[in-house]
């Protein structure tokens, strides 16, 4: 499964959880940026150092609040995908948003 593969799933269990319209469409546009900098990726494929690598040169550019939404994406998107079983283990595990 790649990772907009991974999104339709994702996106579908929080329409269901009632997330908002603009929720899901932030996310979406998360989900965008991380496909345009990695590639859409085999979810196996990904590592907790390419999710730090990739926030990392995110974190050049913008605010730490901007950065802290990103990595709550990232870390709900990649939990949703452990917990949903379509991965052994959550690469995002040990992700941490900037101490404020």
């Known amino acids: 499964m790649n990772l ?3 999104w339709h799933h994702y996106e579908s269990d ?3 959880q009632g997330f ?3 929720t899901l ?3 979406s546009l998360q989900l965008k940026m991380l496909v345009t900098e ?3 990726l085999e979810i196996t494929e990904i590592t907790l150092n390419l ?3 990739y926030l990392a040169k995110q974190s050049d550019r913008l605010k730490p609040s901007s950065l802290g939404h990103r990595i709550r994406f990232v870390r709900s998107l ?3 995908a452990y917990e949903e079983t379509y991965l052994p283990t959550n690469p995002s595990l040990k992700l941490r948003a900037q101490n404020g």
Do not use: M, P, Q, T
């Open 78 to 80: 990649f939990r949703f």
């Open 20 to 22: 908002s319209a603009n």
């Open 25 to 27: 469409k932030a996310y």
């Open 51 to 53: 999710l730090k690598e």
């Open 4 to 6: 907009s593969e991974l």
């Open 38 to 40: 990695l590639g859409d």
């Open 14 to 16: 929080k329409r269901i």
